[in-house]
């Protein structure tokens, strides 16, 4: 830390991203991105873009704006565009939070909610997931703050349904309630088709997942108009210019392909089951998942050392040394090939 460093920062914990080594090629199921390549018109609306870079891209994105709006079924005055979800995230921790709105999120969730509350000086309270690792809805009712609420969890891969989702944004009229769809196309229950209902939701999701462009940054939040008009105002206080004109143009582009990526995502659904079985076959007790992870531990082995075997095979996998996770890691799905390859080298390590 320099001389000059803000001292509010002093006890700054910045988010840690998972390993994206260079030094060789690995089977890489560490950050939950897409085994799939993106769509083949991206390519070209990349390639397109890249001959007007001189060239500023649209503040308001709106190509882009109005494709999401569509897709999603909402007016484009309730879409906003981001670089990546974790920039709404951030938006969203300086917009509805202060001293009067702290922020509210599980004890095992997202690393980033607790590194955005403490970048921004929020207070902010913890709710203990439940022993199986799910959300108790009575926990989320009534609360006083600004939830945060990845919907399915990271790292857990459970999740809550509409009728939940919809009960605990009724009790909280008060507080803007977040929902982090970012694993929602595999599975799980949207809560964009609440957002007319009720002013006080955010949604938020991301390409980088089920639309195999995490490379290119790109995430959105969809709410009501006068939310979506705040995180605007905050937008355009940082960086207008937040979404690059290639980005913007492979997110377009993306949707126009959009069966495309949610074929993979039910692929990538039976291979989660697949790998489920398989898991379980070896002793493992995995977590019911509706997201592009698995969440698994074995009796017989630490959470810590199976991550290293698997790392010194040449297989990346994400462990969190944290109280009641450390003895589980995280796997994101990759295709069947990857998978096998995974499970050998697991059945080999448990020999061993
Ligand atoms: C729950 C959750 N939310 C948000 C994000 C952010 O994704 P991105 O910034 O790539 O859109 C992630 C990334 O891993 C995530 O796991």
Same mark, same amino acid.
């Given at each position: 830390?320099?001389?000059?460093?803000?001292?509010?920062?002093?006890?700054?914990?910045?988010?840690?991203?998972?390993?994206?080594?260079?030094?060789?090629?690995?089977?890489?199921?560490?950050?939950?991105?897409?085994?799939?390549?993106?769509?083949? $018109?991206?390519?070209?609306?990349?390639?397109?873009?890249?001959?007007?870079?001189?060239?500023?891209?649209?503040?308001?994105?709106?190509?882009?704006?109005?494709?999401?709006?569509?897709?999603? $079924?909402?007016?484009?005055?309730?879409?906003?565009?981001?670089?990546?979800?974790?920039?709404?995230?951030?938006?969203?921790?300086?917009?509805?939070?202060?001293?009067?709105?702290?922020?509210?999120?599980?004890?095992?969730?997202?690393?980033?909610?607790?590194?955005?509350?403490?970048?921004?000086?929020?207070?902010?309270?913890?709710?203990?997931?439940?022993?199986?690792?799910?959300?108790?809805?009575?926990?989320?009712?009534?609360?006083?703050?600004?939830?945060?609420?990845?919907?399915?969890?990271?790292?857990?891969?459970?999740?809550?349904?509409?009728?939940?989702?919809?009960?605990?944004?009724?009790?909280?009229?008060?507080?803007?309630?977040?929902?982090?769809?970012?694993?929602?196309?595999?599975?799980?229950?949207?809560?964009?088709?609440?957002?007319?209902?009720?002013?006080?939701?955010?949604?938020?999701?991301?390409?980088?997942?089920?639309?195999?462009?995490?490379?290119?940054?790109?995430?959105?939040?969809?709410?009501?108009?006068?939310?979506?008009?705040?995180?605007?105002?905050?937008?355009?206080?940082?960086?207008?210019?937040?979404?690059?004109?290639?980005?913007?143009?492979?997110?377009?582009?993306?949707?126009?392909?959009?069966?495309?990526?949610?074929?993979?995502?039910?692929?990538?659904?039976?291979?989660?089951?697949?790998?489920?079985?398989?898991?379980?076959?070896?002793?493992?007790?995995?977590?019911?998942?509706?997201?592009?992870?698995?969440?698994?531990?074995?009796?017989?082995? $630490?959470?810590?050392?199976?991550?290293?075997?698997?790392?010194?095979?040449?297989?990346?996998?994400?462990?969190?040394?944290?109280?009641?996770?450390?003895?589980?890691?995280?796997?994101?799905?990759?295709?069947?090939?990857?998978?096998?390859?995974?499970?050998?080298?697991?059945?080999?390590?448990?020999?061993?």
């Amino acid at each position: 830390m320099s001389r000059f460093f803000s001292e509010k920062f002093n006890r700054l914990t910045p988010y840690t991203p998972g390993e994206q080594p260079q030094d060789k090629q690995y089977v890489k199921l560490n950050t939950n991105e897409s085994p799939y390549p993106p769509s083949p $018109g991206v390519a070209a609306a990349v390639a397109a873009e890249a001959d007007r870079l001189q060239l500023y891209s649209d503040p308001e994105c709106k190509a882009l704006t109005r494709a999401v709006a569509g897709r999603y $079924g909402v007016q484009p005055e309730q879409v906003i565009l981001v670089n990546g979800s974790d920039e709404v995230l951030n938006f969203a921790f300086m917009a509805f939070c202060d001293q009067k709105h702290p922020a509210v999120f599980p004890d095992i969730t997202y690393g980033f909610y607790k590194v955005f509350a403490e970048l921004h000086g929020i207070p902010y309270r913890e709710i203990p997931l439940q022993p199986d690792l799910g959300i108790a809805l009575e926990d989320l009712l009534g609360l006083e703050g600004t939830l945060f609420l990845a919907n399915p969890n990271a790292p857990t891969g459970r999740a809550l349904n509409l009728t939940e989702l919809d009960a605990l944004i009724s009790s909280n009229p008060n507080n803007v309630v977040v929902i982090d769809e970012a694993y929602v196309d595999f599975g799980a229950e949207s809560a964009v088709e609440l957002v007319d209902k009720y002013d006080n939701l955010l949604v938020t999701q991301t390409f980088s997942k089920s639309r195999s462009l995490a490379g290119a940054r790109l995430g959105f939040g969809i709410g009501s108009a006068a939310l979506i008009r705040d995180l605007q105002t905050i937008r355009n206080s940082t960086n207008p210019y937040n979404v690059n004109r290639m980005t913007a143009a492979a997110g377009v582009a993306a949707l126009a392909e959009d069966a495309y990526y949610m074929a993979n995502c039910r692929r990538i659904a039976e291979t989660r089951q697949w790998t489920t079985e398989r898991l379980e076959a070896l002793g493992f007790t995995v977590v019911p998942s509706l997201t592009n992870f698995l969440f698994a531990g074995s009796p017989a082995i $630490g959470g810590k050392e199976l991550y290293l075997a698997l790392k010194e095979r040449g297989i990346l996998v994400r462990h969190f040394d944290k109280p009641r996770i450390r003895g589980l890691v995280r796997i994101t799905i990759g295709t069947p090939e990857q998978m096998q390859i995974l499970l050998d080298a697991i059945t080999s390590i448990l020999e061993e």
